[in-house]
């Protein structure tokens, strides 16, 4: 067990709707990231959170946002979903304060669009 | 920019035969380098790490990991492979960045 808790595990959901991913960090870790792992495109990048603010931006799209709350849970919100949008979405948390340290993935939620 | 490379899609060993995932990575500098391990329908686990030091880092599952500068390689490697070591194998990159930038992964399978 990693530590993270992502919810909810697998979400099936149709073209065009709303979808809100949660993340709960490792207790004291600061920094959330999201990727998508979908099978054309490998593990890829979408944005980075530090303790409520957003540090880093990878290949997120406009329809896709992230906050993170001042209890250091994040959310990853999907709006008007398209077929594409299929894919494993990770969260991951970090101890920060260094670069070498190593961060930790929840077990992912599997997104279905149909 | 910052990117990792790793060449084969697939891997395919003999249980009890050592085993070896390739990754190599290109950035300018000194970068911190990880593996990582995804089972089937389960999360990425953290195998292990270089930051700096000796070249051969050890990790867990008896896994180990060889950094080559010159060769800007960081391969992955087991002496003796085991059919439960079948799954999928990222290996990553992070240089001045809070980003970890991942390669496309490796699928192991070990055969009995």
């Known amino acids: 067990d990693s530590g993270v808790t992502q919810t909810p595990k697998h979400l099936i959901t149709a073209t065009g709707q709303r979808v809100t991913l949660r993340c709960s960090p490792r207790s004291g870790d600061l920094s959330v990231y999201w990727y998508q792992q979908s099978l054309d495109q490998g593990l890829q990048f979408l944005i980075q959170y530090y303790n409520g603010e957003e540090r880093a931006k990878g290949n997120i799209l406009e329809r896709f946002s992230a906050q993170q709350f001042p209890d250091l849970h994040s959310e990853l919100n999907l709006s008007s979903l398209e077929l594409g949008d299929s894919a494993l979405y990770f969260c991951?948390?970090?101890?920060?304060?260094?670069?070498?340290?190593?961060?930790?993935f929840g077990q992912g939620t599997r997104l279905t669009v149909v | 920019a910052q990117s990792v490379a790793q060449p084969e899609d697939q891997v395919n060993v003999a249980e009890g035969n050592p085993l070896t995932v390739k990754c190599t990575y290109s950035?300018?500098?000194?970068?911190?380098l990880f593996w990582y391990v995804q089972y089937p329908n389960r999360g990425l686990q953290f195998l292990l790490k270089?930051?700096?030091?000796?070249?051969l880092v050890k990790g867990s599952y008896g896994f180990e990991a060889e950094f080559n500068k010159s060769q800007t390689s960081f391969h992955l490697k087991k002496p003796s492979a085991l059919v439960s070591d079948s799954a999928l194998y990222f290996c990553a990159v992070r240089y001045n960045t809070d980003k970890l930038i991942f390669g496309t992964g490796t699928r192991l399978q070990v055969f009995p």
């Open positions: 270089y930051i700096t030091g000796d070249n």
């Open positions: 991951a948390s970090r101890a920060t304060g260094s670069q070498n340290t190593e961060a930790f």
């Open positions: 950035v300018s500098g000194n970068p911190y």
